[in-house]
């Protein structure tokens, strides 16, 4: 008895020397040289949310990305934020139609991507939320999501000593309260800004669109681009854009407006080759399919939006065309780039 529970002894020592040589990834620091300044895109329109209140630092921004990729912060310890935002596919949920939950359950819309997030006027499908900072509230407290409460997401973190020296690394001190969690997160999500596609060459000089690809923009500027308005390839309205009448009610959800049912947010169409599958319960699963919709599958109502009345005209060659400028929007910088990676 007494050999082996010195053998235990020796094998608890062994294991915790090891362990202390190991660095946890999530608590390695932002190097010094990388950079997570946030830059207005040339020939963008200024940012609706630029940091003025929550000075974007190395500190916060890497508590923002632990914050991000942790569990803790859903109810059983299995879904973080990141479980429903990968960053391979644009910070969407790639072949889930609808987000995915806690305890398996499933929402009734697609998990939105995360990008350009700074621009927003309004957050979500419905625009529920009209604060970037408030935005990461949602999704920990929505009972199919997280199903979390603050109180005991702040106990978790506090419980970590790791995590109050870097609230204090990030803000001064190791209080944890509710302002500087949704602060970080947001320091993190705000500088997520996705503008390195061939499309932004273009646009800076730097590439030239093939024959395709410019026939394509032009049949964009033609017949989509009142919704999808350029750089940033939406105009953050609600519209009802002819998709089959189901139980949710979109925009009216929020303001109980009979003129706002089936409106929802017009989404960005950068990164489409990553965020499949497409509208806001993730029912279409390809680009061509998307176009089928609006060249003949439009269901009319009494708030379809006035642009769609007479559906779109393509042919199968403007379709294609059409498809090959879609493609200049994706950033394949932007899906690999390290500062965004969980650490």
């Excluded at 997401?153 to 509710?178: M, P, W």
């Excluded at 953050?236 to 009448?245: A, D, E, K, L, T």
Aim: hydrophobic letters at 35%; one cysteine or more; proline letters at 5%.
């Amino acid at each position: 008895m007494k050999n082996s529970f010195s053998l235990f002894i020796f094998l608890l020592v062994l294991v915790c020397n090891l362990w202390s040589c190991h660095t946890d990834p999530l608590l390695q620091p932002i190097s010094k040289n990388t950079d997570i300044s946030f830059v207005q895109p040339t020939n963008w329109p200024a940012p609706n949310y630029n940091f003025q209140n929550n000075t974007l630092t190395p500190d916060g921004f890497a508590l923002g990305r632990r914050l991000f990729y942790d569990t803790r912060l859903s109810i059983d310890n299995t879904v973080a934020c990141a479980s429903c935002h990968e960053q391979s596919t644009a910070f969407a949920q790639i072949d889930h139609p609808t987000s995915h939950g806690v305890r398996n359950q499933l929402g009734n819309r697609n998990s939105p991507a995360l990008f350009n997030l700074a621009w927003h006027t309004s957050f979500f499908w419905d625009g529920g939320v009209n604060h970037i900072e408030n935005q990461p509230i949602a999704p920990i407290m929505n009972p199919v999501e997280m199903d979390e409460s603050l109180p005991n997401v702040i106990a978790k973190l506090n419980a970590d000593l790791s995590y109050r020296q870097q609230f204090k690394n990030a803000f001064g001190t190791e209080e944890i309260n509710t302002q500087r969690l949704q602060k970080a997160i947001v320091q993190f999500m705000g500088a997520i800004v996705s503008n390195q596609s061939k499309y932004d060459q273009v646009k800076n000089g730097k590439a030239s669109f093939t024959a395709d690809e410019q026939a394509g923009y032009v049949l964009f500027q033609q017949k989509c681009n009142t919704c999808h308005a350029e750089p940033l390839f939406t105009d953050f309205s609600f519209r009802n854009n002819g998709m089959p009448i189901t139980l949710d009610s979109g925009r009216a959800h929020i303001t109980g407006l009979a003129s706002d049912r089936f409106k929802f947010k017009v989404p960005s169409l950068r990164n489409l080759y990553f965020t499949k599958p497409y509208m806001h319960n993730g029912s279409i699963a390809t680009l061509d399919a998307v176009l089928d919709h609006y060249m003949s599958g439009i269901v009319q109502s009494s708030t379809l939006d006035p642009s769609l009345q007479n559906q779109i005209t393509l042919s199968a060659a403007d379709k294609s065309k059409l498809i090959a400028f879609l493609n200049t929007l994706n950033d394949y910088e932007f899906v690999k780039d390290v500062r965004f990676k969980k650490q």
